[in-house]
């Protein structure tokens, strides 16, 4: 892990409510919870590559490496921050608390009441609309996936001059 996102990681514990433990490489709650949000994204980002016509498992920055696709954790690292909102969000509103861990053991599935919080906001996360970066049009985070996938595409073709990660101020 970069030095960076050792610096970036070590911070989110002050982004939350309450006395939740994290840890990136463990199975607890907090772990968990990120990594079913990730889980999430990748669906949507692999659709959106294969939509596009590209191998999901070709990735510029990053190998295949198990069940983790190159070119998905490409495109997913652009994206990480905002499924990380929808996380913390749903602690921070109280629609998830640590209470809601009390009868489960590290191995289990998430609770489904947790699970049912981190899929709505996400859901809603990904209809959110805004004004799409470098392009001046409107769109939901879900279909930007897709046109960040789609820019890649057209700048492997040499249609476009530059790639411009995905980033909202």
Known sequence: MGQAT???YAEIPYCIN?????????NKPLNLMFNYVYDMLSEIIEISILSAGLD?????????YRRQKG????ILNQFKIYGEAVVINVINRGQVALKD???WNEGD?????VVKALT?????KMRARFQYPHLNFSC???EAIYVQVKQYYMYLLGEIDNYYCFELK
Do not use: M
């Not at 309450?18 to 463990?26: I, L, P, R, T």
């Not at 999901?56 to 920055?61: D, R, S």
């Not at 709505?120 to 809603?124: A, M, V």
């Open 101 to 103: 861990f009390d009868d």
């Open 6 to 8: 050792q610096l970036y």
């Open 18 to 26: 309450g006395a939740w433990d994290f840890d990136k490489n463990s």
């Open 140 to 142: 939901s985070y879900q």
């Open 120 to 124: 709505k906001t996400f859901d809603q």
């Open 56 to 64: 999901p498992n070709i990735g510029f920055w990053h190998k295949t």
């Open 71 to 74: 070119l998905v954790s490409d």
């Open 109 to 113: 599935a998430l609770p489904p009441i």
